[in-house]
């Protein structure tokens, strides 16, 4: 039986809760690792996602939950070896409120990849399967863009940072090569290759179509890309799952407890869903946030986490509606297997 090399998933993904101190410096420490992107979000009061990456830099912002292109702000002033700084009073990410961050790890800055016919910037964990990538679109349909994981992406969120405002697209191995979703909406897939050209990632590029929202701008727009891969006992982005409309819900096997998960209808419209181990983190009480929407967190009892997955225990349309498919990624909080800990068949 194969298991995972990382024996401590804490090390390259952790969620990090945090009341603001409504100062103009606040050190949020104890992720246990230097971040290459944390993404913020407002528990207790209604504020916008905001994701900052190592390659853009801290000073730059982009909103999950709008359509908005890349903006400066001084919200944000470092990322640390055992967390990051935040650099404003700002109600959106420390007021008087308690928020919640999930943080990754990649490798900093990032650097040259020229695997693709677009040179990218890639800041990448092969470890974890998880890598950043910054690109200038070309309007060219068959454009690739190297990505640095090694292995093939499973999962592809895209954003626009220039020109004009423009939807987060999401490439999901479950819906295919031939559709979209949007992080920024709560609608279905939409089916065009002006997205992925019709074409599946490898382990080293993945290609775009001509869309204005993943390769516009004629050389003048600009581009980030967050590339997931599945890593046995660690991550499962791959996934999808049928709802059963029960209270007594479909479960999702992902080979590990997770610290994190986000799902999302792609039958009908639904929003993307945040549950992790942190808020609360027990049973039944997983509180959600939502990644396409400014909303404060609710309390609203949908999920279980389990030591070797997730459980629904509702029926409702964004979790559990009878017949209807959702895609997933979730993240360990430990693994079901490690160099650590090999199950007793394997001994």
């Known amino acids: 039986m194969a298991y995972t090399t990382i024996n401590k998933s804490s090390e390259h993904f952790n969620t990090k809760i945090y009341t603001g101190n409504q100062s103009s410096t606040h050190a ?17 009061g209604t504020g916008d996602n905001y994701l900052y990456d190592a390659i853009r830099g801290v000073t730059k912002s982009i909103s999950s939950n709008t359509t908005s292109s890349e903006f400066s702000n001084t919200y944000f002033s470092s990322f640390n070896t055992d967390g990051f700084t935040l650099g404003s009073a700002s109600n959106n990410v420390n007021g008087g409120y308690n928020y919640a961050s999930w943080n990754f790890k990649a490798n900093g800055a990032g650097s040259a990849n020229t695997a693709g016919s677009i040179n990218s910037t890639v800041s990448v964990n092969t470890t974890s399967g998880f890598s950043i990538v910054k690109y200038i679109g070309n309007d060219t349909s068959g454009a690739t863009v190297g990505h640095g994981l ?105 080979g590990f407890k997770p610290a994190f998960v986000m799902l999302k209808n792609t039958t009908r419209a639904a929003s993307w869903l945040m549950y992790d181990n942190k808020r609360l983190g027990y049973n039944v009480d997983n509180n959600e946030l939502v990644a396409n929407a400014s909303a404060a967190e609710e309390t609203y009892d949908q999920i279980d986490i389990l030591s070797n997955g997730f459980k629904m225990r509702a029926n409702g349309t964004s979790t559990n509606l009878s017949g209807d498919t959702y895609i997933y990624m979730a993240f360990a909080s430990a693994p079901l297997v490690g160099s650590n800990n090999v199950p007793c068949t394997a001994r």
């Open 28 to 44: 949020v420490t104890g992720v246990g690792f230097e971040p290459s992107l944390t993404w913020l979000k407002i528990r207790t």
């Open 150 to 254: 090694g292995v093939v992406p499973k999962m592809i969120i895209v954003k626009r940072l220039s020109g004009s405002a423009q939807h987060w697209q999401v490439y999901h191995i479950s819906t295919g090569n031939t559709k979209s979703s949007q992080l920024s909406g709560s609608g279905t897939p939409d089916t065009s290759a002006a997205y992925w050209n019709n074409t599946s990632p490898t382990n080293s590029v993945f290609t775009i179509g001509n869309g204005s929202t993943v390769n516009g701008g004629g050389g003048a727009d600009s581009y980030i890309a967050y590339c997931f891969a599945d890593i046995q006992g660690y991550s499962k982005v791959s996934g999808s799952y049928t709802g059963n409309g029960n209270a007594d819900g479909t479960f999702v096997y992902t």
